[in-house]
């Protein structure tokens, strides 16, 4: 086998993302727009003006991808169009206070049945494991702890302050040096578009994890493969 090591995205891939973030989301939503004296616009309003309908994230969007910045400059972009006249940093401040506040009403459901099964056999067969996520610290660590995974990563890349975000290819870089690999020897496993453009920005192949038929679709148009969940990794790797 030619890969020596897989980075996971960690939403979406690692865990389910609609039962984790789209829950908090709404959650945070409800009190940030009482906060702004807005109850009059609905969360799952403004959840539908970021990508999420009837509960199901558009992978292709900044909820799917984004940094909680990002999120937040987004959700205060809609809010405007709204007429309601809130200062985008205050927004964005907001809304990531309000992510931690919430985090205990998202589900951390796994990406796939026996997870931690899973990530131990590939370690197993001598394979280096790696998470890049474009999510904070906080959350990160609290996902892949309650999960029981995280001793499985020899490294968690973050949305800390120093790494860019993905799709920047400086955390592929890193862990190349890091392990003194070279590109064609790791492989990129996530859901998002995004994931698949950061693979490429960084020479890896990107494998795509596809819930549905219609991000199948697109995820296609984009990775060396597509799966339906990571536990068929195996068989699309080299």
């Known amino acids: 086998m030619k890969t020596k090591a897989i980075i996971f995205d960690k939403d979406g891939t690692l865990i389910d993302f609609d039962c984790f973030w789209v829950t908090i989301t709404r959650w945070a939503l409800v009190d940030l727009l009482k906060e702004l004296g807005r109850e009059d616009i609905s969360p ?12 199901v994230t558009d992978i292709t969007s900044v909820f799917s991808y984004g940094t909680f910045a990002q999120v937040g400059q987004c959700i205060h972009a809609y809010l ?19 992510f931690h506040d919430h985090l205990d009403k998202g589900i951390i459901a796994p990406g796939c049945p026996d997870v931690v099964g899973l990530l131990h056999r590939l370690r197993e067969m001598g394979l280096t494991l790696a998470v890049a996520t474009t999510d904070d610290p906080v959350t990160t660590g609290r996902c892949l702890r309650t999960l029981g995974i995280e001793d499985c990563f020899e490294v968690v890349y973050t949305d800390d302050g120093v790494c860019p975000s993905k799709p920047d290819p400086f955390i592929i870089h890193d862990l190349c040096r890091r392990l003194s690999l070279t590109p064609e020897q790791v492989v990129m496993v996530g859901d998002s578009v995004n994931d698949m453009r950061f693979a490429r920005n960084g020479g890896v192949r990107a494998i795509g994890v596809a819930k549905g038929a219609k991000n199948h679709a697109t995820l296609t148009r984009y990775a060396d493969a597509v799966i339906p969940d990571i536990s068929h990794v195996l068989e699309v790797m080299e």
């Not at 007429?83 to 205050?90: F, H, S, T, Y």
């Open 44 to 55: 799952d309003e403004v959840l539908c003006a970021i990508g999420v309908e009837d509960g």
């Open 80 to 98: 405007l169009t709204r007429a309601c006249q809130c200062d985008e940093a205050l927004v964005v401040g907001r809304i990531q206070t309000l």
